[in-house]
């Protein structure tokens, strides 16, 4: 079984900043992509940027310039900055890897529980 631990949500003003981190743990094998996807009330679950395990980074428009992910492979860890944050991101962010946890395992995706980011003045 593979565990997502994520933190580091919360309330800031637009123009803030915050830095979210996710830990996998458990039976991890390899780690393929770890990443955040984010769903705002009444919207469905969006990418917002991604990392695979050979550093190849995805992002959504809307964040590009903004947030920057990272990586690392050893530790099974993968943060989000977030800078110039604005109303609009507001969401429950979620992180999301995708992982083979015995060599004899199928590539499988987890999920975290969940972090809140509240953007508002």
């Known amino acids: 079984q593979v565990q997502l631990v994520e933190s580091g949500g919360g309330l800031v003003q637009p123009g803030g900043s915050l830095r979210l981190s996710c830990a996998a743990s458990g039976s991890i094998a390899s780690v393929a992509l770890m990443g955040w996807y984010r769903q705002a009330p009444g919207k469905q679950r969006e990418l917002v940027a991604t990392?695979?395990?050979?550093?190849?980074?995805n992002y959504a428009d809307s964040v590009k310039g903004r947030f920057t992910i990272s990586r690392d492979n050893v530790k099974a860890t993968v943060t989000l900055q977030m800078n110039s944050l604005k109303p609009e991101d507001t969401a429950v962010y979620y992180c999301?890897?995708?992982?083979?946890?015995?060599?004899?395992?199928?590539?499988?995706?987890?999920w975290g529980q969940g972090t809140q980011v509240t953007v508002s003045s």
């Open positions: 990392s695979t395990d050979r550093n190849n980074t």
């Open positions: 999301k890897a995708i992982v083979q946890p015995t060599y004899s395992d199928p590539l499988r995706n987890y």
